[in-house]
């Protein structure tokens, strides 16, 4: 599956430069406050997580998500070091798979190329494990994540892949994944 070339945001197209923002590993203590104020309404929740939590969502939600020894938590922070955006990736050893999960672009800088340079500084993130299949859900209804996720080169799921991964889930996602030729051109 791999093609052993190093992965970088600049395999897709987008160039890096020191003045743009950089991902970096989330630090709960100084980051947890900032990200979650970010989910300025009921539908940013839905979208983000897939449903509104019972609990809320708070910090100590994150750290329980964190502890997840499969999970590893990201920020893409500007040159001040400030957040713009963050995202997950959850690995699975068992099924090779390395699931891009919560990403979130802070609400003033949406629609400004922020989610798509995350999208894709977390595939090389997650690009370290030669042979996993990176691959996304979605929640049918959010056009803009789907427009930004396609914009990276992730295409929709089989119908028989996404009833394989649906399988268990409480509702339907719609699933993406990236072709190995996006990883290897
Ligand atoms: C989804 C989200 C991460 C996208 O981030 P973003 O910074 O707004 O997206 P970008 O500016 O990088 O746009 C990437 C592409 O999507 C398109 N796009 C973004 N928002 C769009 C919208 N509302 N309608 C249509 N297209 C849109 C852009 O035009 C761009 O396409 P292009 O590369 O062909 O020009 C962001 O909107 C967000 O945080 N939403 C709330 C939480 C959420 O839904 N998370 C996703 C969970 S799966």
């Known amino acids: 599956m791999s093609s052993g070339r190093e992965i970088t945001s600049s395999t897709f197209g987008v160039v890096m430069e020191g003045t743009d923002p950089m991902i970096r590993p989330f630090d709960l203590a100084a980051d947890a ?10 539908q940013d929740i839905e979208f983000w997580n897939g449903r509104v939590p019972e609990r809320g969502l708070t910090p100590a939600t994150l750290r ?3 502890e997840d020894p499969d999970t590893r938590a990201f920020v893409l922070a500007d040159p001040a070091d400030k957040p713009v955006a963050y995202g997950e990736i959850w690995f699975d050893p068992s099924d090779r798979s390395a699931e891009l999960a919560h990403l979130l672009v ?3 800088h949406r629609g400004k190329g922020f989610g798509k340079m995350l999208t894709l500084a977390l595939v090389a993130a997650a690009g370290h494990r030669s042979g996993y299949e ?8 959010n056009k803009s994540a789907i427009r930004c996720y396609e914009s990276c080169g992730f295409q929709h799921a089989s119908p028989e892949r996404s009833r394989e991964l649906n399988a268990g889930e ?8 990236l072709p190995v030729w996006s990883l290897s051109g």
Do not use: I, N
């Open 106 to 108: 802070a609400p003033d």
């Open 134 to 141: 990176v691959l996304l859900r979605v929640v049918p209804s």
């Open 64 to 66: 329980e998500w964190h």
């Open 170 to 177: 409480q509702q339907e996602y719609l699933w993406m994944t």
């Open 33 to 42: 406050e900032m990200v979650l104020s970010w989910l300025a309404s009921r």
